[in-house]
């Protein structure tokens, strides 16, 4: 059978049915936009990066024991490509499979993952939700090790260093993204 090439629309439709959390579901929305904006600063495919984000966390509600690992089986039951599903795979390294980010797409999807949770933690402490929202906001949660307890920290700055670019510019460059979607994702105030 062909591997298609999945858009927006059939990402969108794989996530909503394997997701009906909204926290999740704008989680997905939220690394979508960040991947996005990656792959316009780095002159990459907007709609491949955007896919990759929106189906990153596919089986996380269903199948949180299988994460990644059963993302897999569907997405090569659906026909997706091979660097579609190890993109999407690679994000978890270390935590829940061994493939390494290779690919500039992956390291960047490996990076935000977790970023886009603790900036949405931010978020959702401040009056203005994403608005205004700096850098210096989130290092200062970052260094609280309570806030945001889940998120795991040494991913981000390991995933940052994988970039090449320094911790706060992929901060600057998430919260810039993420603002684009704040009323998508519920955080506009």
């Known amino acids: 059978m062909e ?3 999945p858009n927006r629309e059939e990402a969108y439709r794989l996530l909503t049915k394997y997701n009906k959390s909204e926290s999740l579901i704008n989680h997905a929305l939220a690394v979508e936009a960040v991947m996005v904006h990656f792959a316009e600063l780095f002159g990459e495919d907007k709609e491949k990066w955007g896919v990759i984000g929106l189906a990153h966390d596919l089986d ?7 994460h990644c690992k059963k993302t897999e089986e569907i997405l090569k039951e659906e026909n997706w490509p091979e660097d579609y599903i190890r993109a999407i795979v690679s994000h978890g390294w270390k935590i829940c499979t061994d493939v390494e980010p290779i690919e500039r797409m992956e390291k960047v999807l490996y990076t935000i993952d977790e970023l886009t949770g603790l900036i949405t933690a931010n978020a ?5 939700g994403m608005d205004g929202m700096k850098v210096k906001s989130v290092r200062k949660k970052w260094k ?14 390991e995933g940052a260093e994988m970039l090449g670019m320094d911790l706060s510019d992929v901060i600057a460059e998430t919260i810039k993204a993420m603002q684009k979607v704040a009323d998508e994702i519920g955080l506009a105030k």
Do not use: W
């Not at 609280?144 to 700055?157: L, T």
């Open 124 to 128: 959702l402490m401040r009056p203005t």
């Open 144 to 157: 609280d090790k309570s806030f945001a307890a889940g998120v795991n920290r040494e991913v981000i700055a």
């Open 60 to 66: 996380y509600e269903m199948y949180p024991e299988e």
């Open 3 to 5: 591997k298609i090439i």
